[in-house]
């Protein structure tokens, strides 16, 4: 047996992340029988984070994939076994005693469950051994008194005698009243058990909650009981009328089979729509919004497409309205901090990581770029086009969209004019490019058509009050409406 689990390795499903629990798999590079060496990528990932090539940490044959391509499975399962002795000889296997009948009704072993004797028969996991497994047995379950044995297992079952038959079903008992309220100490009606969202749920559908019987833990009302109570009561049994056809045809409803989809919640999606709910119901946000014109702003983005230090390089508005948001960080370093729930602190941070959300076939993604506030303007171009390219090739490391800070957003790609974004967790601002158009707009006292765009600019109210994020946003438009204030004020 030793010698077994010696030959036959698994490589179990690692934490690529930072305390990420479970990954899809989304390719496999290997099948049964290729032979793999240390440090080859046997399977491509996909987990709350990025997409990620595993490689395996040993060498042998492959023998067995554990699972398919498009399953989701738990950190620290194994995914695939690897012979690493090929070649060696399989010792036959001993002849199998005759099973008592209490074993033989017990359910098999799944697959691996087996360990060395040393583990006590434990399955190995992250930590640990696990719990050790019972030696008691399920003692047989009684007969309720009235009811019919049960027919012992392989045998069939006698039909019951005429005189033996079950009587018939005795008249349906009248529903159960509702159940009346708890009186508390003071002798008034205690108020029921149910979170905040349930109680406006009960109350736009004019449930009393008091009517209402809990199925949650603890006595607790959740939304399927106010449901539940909101519904119709079943209409008794009437005699049957004959109808027309016609309108039977035309109170039947049209059936919706074929004309829906359903997608499972999974990977990058998931783990996007966790963190904007936990966002938006932890940090207190408030969006601000100014307009600008940017006139001389995309004369520059033309002109440093021209310069020959910017030659290769991703030039676009986006990066000169990174650039002036990272100035605005400079003069007013209180806006890049985040708030510690668990320390009742807050923490500033004398670095700027900043994110870009990037749409990529996957989903929303953030990733940031390090320590942006120490860039020039061509390695701040340089960065955010390997961000770019890197995330729609679905190459994004977990480690590049861990430790943001603050966020730009650039709806203006899609024509959308501005937006009142949500934090990503644990940042403290997100700031929304809008489209860029051409407006009449006044200029030295005359209007005149004139590039114009909105920003957006969401804050974490805890940190940031409203006169620190005006200062911070004014800063900004005054950056993009008078470009040279990047040599001025930098």
């Known amino acids: 047996m030793a010698a077994t689990d010696q030959r036959f390795r698994e490589f179990k ?19 049964p029988g290729d ?7 046997v399977c491509e990932v996909e987990t709350a984070k990025a997409a990620v090539e595993l490689p395996i940490p040993f060498d042998g044959v492959v023998h067995e994939l554990r699972f398919g391509e498009g399953t989701t499975v738990d950190v620290g399962t194994a995914i695939i076994s690897v012979d690493t002795q090929p070649g060696a000889g399989d010792a036959p296997a001993p002849a199998a005693a005759p099973a008592e009948p209490a074993e033989a009704a017990a359910p098999a072993e799944p697959a691996g469950a087996a ?26 379950r009684k007969p309720r008194p009235g009811a019919p044995a049960a027919p012992a297992r392989g045998v069939p079952a006698q039909p019951l005698p005429a005189a033996a038959a079950p009587a018939p079903a005795a008249p349906a008992a009248p529903a159960p009243a509702p159940p009346r309220p708890e009186l508390n100490g003071h002798g008034k009606a205690a108020r029921p058990l149910a979170k905040p969202p349930v109680r406006k749920l009960a109350k736009d559908l004019g449930i009393d909650l008091t009517t209402v019987t809990p199925t949650g833990p603890d006595g607790t009302i959740t939304r399927e009981d106010v449901h539940a109570a909101a519904a119709p009561a079943p209409a ?59 006139t001389r702003t995309m004369k520059l983005v033309a002109d440093l497409k021209q310069d020959p230090d910017m030659a290769g390089l991703r030039v676009n508005p986006l990066l ?4 002036a948001f990272l100035v605005a960080i400079r003069r007013n370093p209180e806006v890049n ?10 923490v500033y941070k004398d670095y700027v990581n900043l994110g870009i959300a990037a749409a990529t076939p996957r989903g929303l993604i953030v990733p940031n770029i390090k320590d942006a506030g120490s860039l020039t303007l061509p390695e701040l171009a340089s960065a955010l086009g390997e961000l770019v390219s890197t995330a729609r090739e679905g190459k ?9 800070t603050v ?39 005359k209007v005149k058509p004139r590039q114009v765009t909105t920003l957006a600019l969401s804050f974490d109210h805890r940190l940031v009050d409203g006169e620190l994020g005006s200062k911070v946003l004014a800063d900004i438009a005054a950056v993009l409406e008078q470009p040279k204030r990047l040599i001025t004020w930098a």
């Open 337 to 346: 901090a985040a708030w510690d729930e668990g320390a009742q602190e807050i």
């Open 407 to 445: 966020t730009i957003t650039n709806v203006g790609v899609f024509g959308v004019d501005t937006g009142t974004p949500i934090l990503n967790p644990g940042e403290s601002a997100i700031l929304a490019f809008g489209a860029v158009k051409l407006q009449p707009w006044v200029h030295k006292g």
């Open 320 to 323: 000169l309205v990174a650039k």
């Open 35 to 41: 032979r793999v060496a240390d440090g080859q990528v």
């Open 13 to 31: 499903m690692p934490d690529v992340g930072e305390g990420l629990t479970e990954a899809e798999i989304l390719k496999w590079y290997v099948a």
């Open 115 to 140: 360990e060395p004797a040393e583990n006590g028969g434990r399955q190995a996991n992250l930590v640990g051994y696990g719990v050790a497994p019972s030696s008691t047995k399920r003692r047989p």
């Open 236 to 294: 008794a049994v009437a005699e049957p009328v004959a109808q027309p056809a016609v309108a039977e045809a035309e109170a039947a409803p049209a059936p919706a089979v074929g004309r829906e989809r359903r997608v499972p919640v999974k990977g990058v999606r998931k783990a996007t729509a966790q963190a904007m709910v936990s966002s938006a119901f932890t940090a207190p946000h408030v969006t601000e919004f100014i307009t600008v014109d940017v």
């Open 396 to 404: 994004t490391s977990p480690a590049a969209m861990s430790g943001g």
